[in-house]
């Protein structure tokens, strides 16, 4: 199967470094808006001349609608799409009237739409039943009965691709100023993956002057140290601006017992409803940022049940996810 991406960052280099590991796995593409890509992918597709079927999954359906429309008239070429947001709710009359003829086309032309995540955020009702159920799946080694540590010095982890969405300017601020108001000696931050250029050079003119204990690890890690970083944590940022999506690191979290730092907003609604979260960050500022922490790192504070978790972990296996992705038919050869 081959596997297209708008990128090789976060959930989507995840995914392709799973998949890598099957035999039947072909390739990746990284489908951009620049149409050389799209042509690449065309080509790919007329290269396959000896009868054998194309599978083709698209890893972030919204983006490539078109793309994957477009493909799907292809007799050599077995078309499946995941979808991570769903529709604005807000969204005007015709975007939804777009949204509706798209999803029809898409159903029509036979190719195998997955939701990821909760199908019911899915607006417009006539649609979900187009939609099979993917859970996000668990990526990394981890134990059901790991217990929580010992606070002593705060522990806040800040890892995958570390970029200005994940508000990590405002979140140093926020703990800046946790240090200055609370009775802790000190508060030691994880930064843990490829940095964006802004971030870097941001962090560099930051750490002259804090009084934060910040480590850098400016590299993809593999996942057993990413593991070590999260059981070694207290806090777990999963703070996005403009997130709608799944996050992994949030399902990370959990599956190690720590507390999450979010706002609660798309899927990551759900996750708090699911496990029944009622402390979150309300909005991307660093007040609101520091209030929320300063309750996480309360020693006697739950941020959720032993029960709800069990019950969130137990869906989201990674072999589970990949039969329901791959499921039957697509490996027509």
Same mark, same amino acid.
């Given at each position: 199967?081959?596997?297209?991406?708008?990128?090789?960052?976060?959930?989507?280099?995840?995914?392709?470094?799973?998949?890598?590991?099957?035999?039947?796995?072909?390739?990746? /593409? &990284?489908?951009? =808006?620049?149409?050389?890509? $799209? @042509?690449? !992918?065309?080509?790919? %597709? #007329?290269?396959?001349?000896?009868?054998?079927?194309?599978?083709?999954?698209?890893?972030?359906?919204?983006?490539?609608?078109?793309?994957?429309?477009?493909?799907?008239?292809?007799?050599?070429?077995?078309?499946?799409?995941?979808?991570?947001?769903?529709?604005?709710?807000?969204?005007?009359?015709?975007?939804?009237?777009?949204?509706?003829?798209?999803?029809?086309?898409?159903?029509?032309?036979?190719?195998?739409?997955?939701?990821?995540?909760?199908?019911?955020? /899915? &607006?417009?009702? =006539?649609?979900?039943?187009? $939609? @099979?159920? !993917?859970?996000?799946? %668990? #990526?990394?080694?981890?134990?059901?009965?790991?217990?929580?540590?010992?606070?002593?010095?705060?522990?806040?982890?800040?890892?995958?691709?570390?970029?200005?969405?994940?508000?990590?300017?405002?979140?140093?601020?926020?703990?800046?100023?946790?240090?200055?108001?609370?009775?802790?000696?000190?508060?030691?931050?994880?930064?843990?993956?490829?940095?964006?250029?802004?971030?870097?050079?941001?962090?560099?003119?930051?750490?002259?002057?804090?009084?934060?204990?910040?480590?850098?690890?400016?590299?993809?890690?593999?996942?057993?140290?990413?593991?070590?970083?999260?059981?070694?944590?207290?806090?777990?940022?999963?703070?996005?601006?403009?997130?709608?999506?799944?996050?992994?690191?949030?399902?990370?979290?959990?599956?190690?017992?720590?507390?999450?730092?979010?706002?609660?907003?798309?899927?990551?609604?759900?996750?708090?409803?699911?496990?029944?979260?009622?402390?979150?960050?309300?909005?991307?500022?660093?007040?609101?940022?520091?209030?929320?922490?300063?309750?996480?790192?309360?020693?006697?504070?739950?941020?959720?049940?032993?029960?709800?978790?069990?019950?969130?972990?137990?869906?989201?296996?990674?072999?589970?996810?990949?039969?329901?992705?791959?499921?039957?038919?697509?490996?027509?050869?």
């Amino acid at each position: 199967m081959y596997f297209v991406v708008p990128n090789l960052n976060g959930h989507f280099l995840n995914y392709v470094e799973m998949f890598k590991q099957r035999s039947d796995y072909e390739g990746h /593409i &990284i489908l951009t =808006s620049d149409f050389k890509s $799209f @042509l690449a !992918l065309i080509k790919l %597709i #007329l290269s396959s001349t000896n009868g054998n079927k194309i599978n083709l999954c698209f890893l972030h359906g919204e983006k490539h609608i078109i793309q994957s429309l477009l493909t799907a008239f292809f007799k050599n070429v077995n078309v499946s799409s995941i979808f991570y947001y769903g529709f604005n709710i807000n969204s005007g009359f015709f975007k939804v009237c777009l949204s509706k003829l798209s999803i029809y086309l898409l159903s029509a032309l036979n190719i195998r739409l997955f939701y990821l995540e909760k199908p019911e955020r /899915i &607006i417009i009702p =006539s649609l979900r039943s187009k $939609f @099979l159920y !993917l859970p996000d799946p %668990i #990526l990394i080694p981890y134990d059901f009965d790991v217990t929580t540590r010992a606070l002593t010095i705060p522990k806040v982890l800040i890892a995958g691709y570390l970029d200005s969405r994940k508000c990590i300017d405002k979140i140093l601020v926020a703990l800046e100023q946790l240090l200055c108001d609370s009775n802790f000696e000190d508060i030691h931050v994880f930064l843990v993956g490829e940095q964006s250029v802004d971030v870097s050079e941001m962090l560099d003119s930051y750490l002259l002057t804090t009084n934060l204990k910040v480590f850098q690890e400016n590299q993809r890690v593999t996942d057993e140290v990413l593991a070590k970083y999260i059981e070694n944590s207290d806090v777990v940022s999963c703070v996005y601006d403009n997130h709608l999506g799944s996050s992994g690191m949030f399902i990370n979290a959990v599956a190690y017992n720590k507390k999450v730092l979010f706002i609660s907003e798309g899927v990551l609604s759900d996750f708090a409803i699911e496990l029944g979260i009622n402390v979150f960050v309300k909005e991307s500022s660093a007040a609101n940022i520091n209030k929320t922490i300063n309750v996480l790192l309360d020693d006697v504070f739950y941020q959720y049940s032993l029960i709800s978790r069990i019950d969130f972990l137990k869906k989201r296996n990674k072999s589970e996810f990949i039969k329901l992705l791959y499921g039957g038919d697509i490996l027509e050869k």
